[in-house]
C-alpha cells in the first residue's frame, strides 16, 4: 500500500541517502509521465498487443520470431 512507501522513503537512512536524493531530485524536477508523450503509444499499443497474443495463444513458440519482429516495426513507424 502507499502509506508504507511513503513511510520507507521517510526512514532517515534512505532520506538521507545521496543517490537517493539525487535520484528523487532527478524525478521529481525532469520526469515527464509516459502517458502524456504521445509517441509513447508507438511502444505501449504493439508491447501491449503482444501481450495479449501471448496470453490468447495466438503468440506462440513457432510464431514468436515474427511477431517480435512485427512489435519492433510498429514500434519504430509514425504510425500504428
Do not use: Y
Amino acid at each position: 500500500p502507499f502509506h508504507v512507501i511513503q513511510s520507507f522513503w521517510s526512514e532517515p537512512d534512505i532520506a538521507g541517502d545521496v543517490l537517493v536524493k539525487a535520484q528523487n531530485d532527478t524525478f521529481n524536477k525532469t520526469s515527464i509521465l509516459q502517458p502524456f508523450v504521445a509517441a509513447m503509444n508507438n511502444c505501449w499499443i504493439p508491447v501491449e498487443n503482444m501481450g495479449k497474443g501471448i496470453r490468447n495463444g495466438s503468440i506462440t513458440a513457432e510464431n514468436a520470431g515474427e511477431q517480435t519482429e512485427a512489435m519492433n516495426r510498429a514500434m519504430n513507424s509514425n504510425g500504428i
